[in-house]
């Protein structure tokens, strides 16, 4: 294989990584669980609210236990890295979770270390981890403000702060 097309071949790796990353989020939106499971590897692994391995225990977990466990849930994802090792994969995407549950807006974020494995031509998940960094109602939102702060990291004076904004 040429320079050239190992080059486009990476690309288009990359492409195709993307491109599972956010099927994923829509599957698992739609609640397609039948979907869902095929973008795992047989052996697949899937550690979030609970661990589960194996395509048939990931659909299991997700058509049994996640399907119950909001009336809605809206996956977002950015920020995505990918390592290249031939027909495998690792990479880590942060990733904004928006759900309904019990009648009661939450909000979320945390990020998905993925292990990934390229089976017949096709990419798939072998590994996917989430981290959460919080889980919260919406009601309780974010408060508070950054403290701006100068260059030096001390803390600017509001009115120099409204004078900047202004400008």
């Given at each position: 294989m040429s320079d050239f097309e190992q080059r486009l071949r990476r690309i288009e790796d990359r492409q195709a990584i993307a491109e599972l990353r956010a099927h994923y989020c829509h599957v698992l939106?739609?609640?397609?669980?039948?979907?869902l499971a095929q973008l795992f590897t047989e052996d697949?692994?899937?550690?979030?609210?609970?661990?589960?391995?194996?395509?048939?225990?990931?659909?299991?977990?997700?058509?049994?236990?996640v399907s119950g466990i909001a009336e809605g849930f809206w996956h977002f994802c950015t920020n995505a890295t990918v390592s290249l090792d031939g027909d495998r994969a690792t990479g880590r995407i942060s990733m904004q979770y928006l759900s309904v549950k019990k009648g009661v807006s939450y909000v979320s974020a945390g990020h998905y270390d993925d292990e990934?494995?390229?089976e017949g031509?096709?990419?798939?998940?072998?590994?996917?981890?989430?981290?959460?960094?919080?889980?919260?109602?919406?009601?309780?939102?974010?408060?508070?403000?950054?403290?701006?702060i100068t260059p030096?990291?001390?803390?600017?004076?509001?009115?120099?702060?409204?004078?900047?904004?202004?400008?």
């Open positions: 939106d739609d609640r397609n669980w039948e979907q697949g692994e899937f550690q979030g609210l609970a661990h589960v391995t194996g395509r048939d225990a990931i659909l299991r977990f997700f058509r049994d236990t990934l494995t390229r031509g096709i990419w798939r998940f072998r590994k996917r981890k989430i981290t959460f960094y919080y889980f919260a109602p919406l009601s309780e939102g974010f408060t508070g403000r950054p403290t701006y030096e990291g001390k803390p600017l004076d509001p009115a120099l702060l409204a004078a900047e904004v202004a400008r």
